[in-house]
């Protein structure tokens, strides 16, 4: 019932940048958590980085800390994803997942299992 649409995808070389956005359409609640996770081809499912609705709180996977960023707009619904300095190793197809009836406990975050919404993904590709 709920759809999550990701954009901003798309081809850039080692060193750049891109910006992922995903808008959920149900109204999003200080109960909300919001995040990303990727799979490369023949890779296992990986967690991006998340952001609880309630104070604004982030979580990353270790991959990613310093060159990601992840953030919301409530009023709009939204997740962002900030990624500076992309490498070879970060192509991927990108998910936005999300909870919004049960709060998710931070040590579970990182799990995909908790998320009860996904998106379609959106392909991102790096060169080198």
């Known amino acids: 019932q709920v759809q999550l649409v990701e954009s901003g995808g798309g081809l850039v070389q080692s060193g750049g940048s891109l910006k992922l956005s995903c808008v959920a359409s149900t109204r999003t609640s200080t109960s909300t958590t919001m995040g990303w996770f990727r799979q490369a081809p023949g890779k296992e499912r990986e967690f991006v980085g998340a952001?609880?609705?309630?104070?604004?709180?982030?979580y990353y996977g270790d991959s990613v800390k310093g060159r990601f960023t992840v953030s919301r707009d409530s009023a709009k619904d939204t997740v962002y994803l900030q990624m500076n300095n992309l490498k070879p190793e970060d192509t991927a197809v990108y998910y936005c997942?999300?909870?919004?009836?049960?709060?998710?406990?931070?040590?579970?975050?990182?799990?995909?299992?908790?998320?009860?919404?996904w998106g379609q993904g959106t392909q991102v590709t790096v060169s080198s």
């Open positions: 997942a999300a909870r919004f009836s049960t709060r998710i406990i931070v040590s579970a975050v990182h799990l995909a299992t908790q998320y009860s919404d």
């Open positions: 952001i609880r609705w309630n104070g604004g709180h982030t």
